[in-house]
Each structure stands twice: as structure tokens, then as C-alpha cells.
């Protein structure tokens, strides 16, 4: 059966078939202020692409059709379009839930449908093949090519163990990873260097090609010392309604008030925290509330403990969603890390990124630091608010570059947007990526159970299942990586047949068969 895509509008027999449709639904109501609704959603559509054309110029010209297509996709889901939806549902046709990668062309189509008289008089470049073309040329010149053509990829972050055993190497590069990770967070360019040497003679032994990507650590917001009664301490066992006193030292003074002092690094965070926004730490598990800044310092009230040993540690990290940071993405030790990257790197995560000029920024120090015209491809972390809020502005600013991606980093992200709100967003941040044709990576606690114990919860398989709608899924360190590896190839590779990306493209049902043959042969 051909695909609507591949009709053609001008045969009579699709004339007769429109004519038909529109006999059941001439007196529906609902008809023409659904095609008005369409027509004028594209007259929109082309006119903010215009308002765009010259931010569109600034772009790497292997991206313009990709930003377009960005434009009509925000278009779209600024409108209100539930009710053309469930009426398009209504009679059969496309309710417009799976075109992020062809929008313009798939309301044309639609529209074409349900008004034969329709004339398009624009021209649409972005239309179904070319955006299948675009998706996947974007996705194996920047993950690189995959045996499972359609299977993401499977990134795996490497320990420092992996530098020395290239035995383990060629069992992960065997079992399907496909691009390793280096977290520049940890080691030192001497073990990177080593893990780089033991994957590449471990990819001439097996044959499998596999990527590097190297992670710049980023700012660090962390507890770096606390006071409490007796002296400095690693931590501190803490209950709701205890204040506490954030500092950017910890000079003796009086403990009495606080049951505890904090330093806090970088030191510059506590002049741009303000009263009534929230604070988190160890991933979450701690939530606090500013209540006033006291000089170089703030005081803060702990207004929830979600964890069983309630201690506050040494080291562990701090979120600050509500608070307008103004910090560079990149440190003093990111800048020394980036000549070694440029030279090793085929891609690098940009963590703590939040603007464009971040983006710009990173650029920048790649093109200082490449030679001969060759450097890694930036990776986005979206792992804060306000690089949600910024989605579309950091997409424009990647497309300067040929090609770039997009991480879904789940941790920091989750404790930024608050945990009941991260599966609702992964989704946002996934349509508004393939609506621009940018890779995604899905990350953080993928079959993290699994990895640590070797046993797998119920919950974090379905998790997995997900990773489906992204070009890559990322696993962390583990004792049981092999087998994770395996086990994600296995549930991705059974995804492959019932969706691509969020589109499900309804491959035969084993289970309906088997029903209806032995159905068939019992009623014989």
C-alpha cells in the first residue's frame, strides 16, 4: 500500500476519493473552520519563516532546511489544535501528532485532502523523504554509522579500569557499544589517553568501529566544607526545619543559630540567590528554602528530606533552578582540557549550558584549539531550566556548526524541573530535537539497577524501552556492563519494529496471528 506521501493529487481516482470524503462531511460543522484553521496555521508558518531568513543565513548551510522546519514545528505547537486534531482523527485522516520532521509538508497534505481546491503556491522543501534523508545523514555523520541501522546507538561510559584491560574493551565493543565516554570530571589526560589507546587497539582487533566522546566537567556547585558544633566535619545529620548557614567560608562564628555552617563553591553563587527560591542537594534528596541573604552569605531552612540517613556530606552537589546564575559554563580546567579533546574527541558534552552565547563560547575555543579545520562536534547538556526555557535559541546556535547533538543529562535535570515533570519534558525536548533533525542522547540511569547488581527492576526496562525515540542511549559505569549492554540491545532491537523515533509504524503482532489461526482452525 503506498504511503499518503507518495500520492498523486492530480490522478481522478484521488479526486473521486476526496470527493467522497467530503459527501460525509459536508454538513459537519466542524469542516471548514478545521481547513481554515490548517490554511491559516501555514500562512503563519511561511510568514515567520521569512521573519527568521536572516538568523536562517547565519547557519551552516546543511542546516537551513533543518531550521525552517524548527520554525513551522514551534509555529504549530504555539496554536491550539486539539479540536482540528480529534476531528482529523475523526474521519481518518492524519490528527498531525507524528510530523515534527516535516510539518509545513504534512498540513499541506492534509489540507490537500480535505479541500480539493486547495493550491499551495509555496514551495516545501522539507517534505517526508527529505526529512528521513536529513535525520539520518545528521545522525551517522555525527554517532557514526551502526550495523542496526535504525537500533540507537549505545554509549558507554568508560572506568578507569577500562585504560588497562583491553580484554574488557573488546567485550563492550563486541556486545554493541558503539561510542565510548569519557568523563573528563574524573582521571587525568594520562588515563584518558590510555583508555583512548586501549579502545583503538581493541577496535583493530574486533573490527567494530566505536566514537569517542569527552564530557567537560563544568562549574561545580558543591559543598565543599561544613561547621557544625565540635569543628569542621564530612557531614552532618540534619531534620526538617533546621536552618543552616551558607557561606563562602567557614570563619569560626557562632553555631548556636545554625545547627550548621556551609561553604559553598564557586563563591560567587551566594550574590545571586535571592529570598523564597529553592535549593537542593545530593541529587534532590535535600530541599531547602532561601529565607534571607546575611552579607557573603544566606541563611536557608531545610523544608524536605526525602532519604533515610539524613546527612549532609562533603562534596555533594547543589541545585538552584529558581535562581538566575550567571556562570560561565566553561572553567579554568575545561579550558586547559580542550586542546586534548579537539585532538583525540569526536564529540564533547558542554555541561551547565544555558544560552546560546554559551554555545558560541564553546565554539570558539574549539576553533582556537582544532588544526587542519578538525574538531570534536558539541554535544548540548540539557540538564537545566533554564536550558529548557532556551531549547530553541541553543538548537539555532548549534546549527552554526554542521553537525551537533543534543543530551537529555536526566539527573541534574530532573532535580532543576522537579522529578514529576521530567517525563513530560524528555518528550518536549525529543519532538523539538527531530523537528530541528538533531541526534539526541537519552542519559543518566539507564538499566542502573542492572548495572550495579546484575538484576534488573520492572520499571527501569520500560524506562529503556524509551530510549527508542532517541539516536543514542548512554549507560553509566557498572560491574555488569556486558550484560547491560546486551540487555538494552536486546530491548531496542525489539522496539525497532514498533516505532520510529514516536511514530508507531505497526509491525504484525505475533500475538494476533497466533489468535486468530488457532481460532480459525478450532472453529473448522
Known sequence: MRSIHSINFSSSSVGRGVDVIRTTMIHDINHELVVSQLEELMNEMTSVEKGFAQTIQTLDISNHISAANLVHYLVMRRAEIRQAQEYLHKIGLSSLTSCE??????????????????????????????????????????LGADNSISRPHIMVTLSTDLAYDRMQMEALLLAGMTIARINCAHDDPTVWAGMIETLKKSMAKTGNACKIYMDLAGPKIRIKDILAKGGKRSEVKIKEGDELLITSSVAPRSTNRFKAILKVEPAEILTMIKPGEHMYFDDGKFEAKVLQPEGKAAIIRIVRISTKKPNLKVDKGINLPDSDLKISPLTKEDLKNIPFICRYADMVGYSFVSTPADVEVLQNELKKNSKNGKRPSVILKIERLAAVQNLPGLLFAGMKEKFFGVMIARGDLAVEIGFERLSEIQEEILWIC???????????????????????TRSEITDAAKGIMAECVMLNKGNYLVKTIHTLDNILKRQMGHLDKKRYIMRPLGVAKNFLDETRLYNR
Do not use: M
Not at 435 to 454: D, F
Open 101 to 142: 520532521s516535516h510539518v509545513l509538508y504534512q498540513i499541506a497534505n492534509v489540507v490537500r485532502w480535505l479541500n480539493p481546491d486547495f493550491v499551495n503556491r509555496n514551495p516545501i522543501e522539507c517534505t517526508f523523504e527529505t526529512a528521513g534523508k536529513l535525520r539520518q545523514y545528521n545522525r551517522e555523520s555525527l
Open 434 to 456: 527531530e523537528a530541528a533533525h538533531v541526534p539526541v542522547i537519552w542519559a543518566t540511569q539507564v538499566l542502573e539497577t542492572l548495572n550495579k547488581t546484575g538484576f534488573a
